[in-house]
């Protein structure tokens, strides 16, 4: 655990233009959805977190067709150690399955954490 009073890691989401799937990327949106089982609601592009080890919720949805509801929605939880001060984003991508999502340090640009 990070001492008391250090800075928050930082924490962006991807959102897409609102006709993802139809114009541009399948992908619509992927954030974090829960920190430690519970839920994080925001509308902000981001969320700021205390250090430390952290079990995150990482949601993706994405419009695979030009059908209107064919979305499609994934999760997944993974085990970090946010930095205090850390810049962190949620990345997603279609490959290798859609909605393929994870945590990636921005100093390292390398994806962090593990999979439960």
Do not use: W
Request: one cysteine or more; hydrophobic letters at 40%; glycine letters at 10%.
């Amino acid at each position: 655990m990070a001492p008391s009073g250090a800075p928050p890691a930082r924490i962006e989401f991807f959102r897409a233009n609102p006709d993802c799937g139809r114009s541009g990327s399948p992908i619509c949106e992927a954030r974090v959805n829960h920190a430690e089982g519970k839920p994080v609601m925001t509308l902000s592009s981001s969320v700021e977190l205390a250090p430390g080890a952290r079990v995150l919720g990482l949601f993706c949805r994405a419009n695979l067709s030009i059908m209107i509801g064919d979305a499609q929605t994934h999760q997944r939880e993974v085990e970090v150690d946010l930095a205090p001060g850390g810049r962190y984003r949620v990345a997603a991508s279609m490959q290798p399955r859609p909605c393929t999502v994870s945590l990636v340090d921005e100093a390292t640009g390398l994806a962090v954490g593990k999979v439960r």
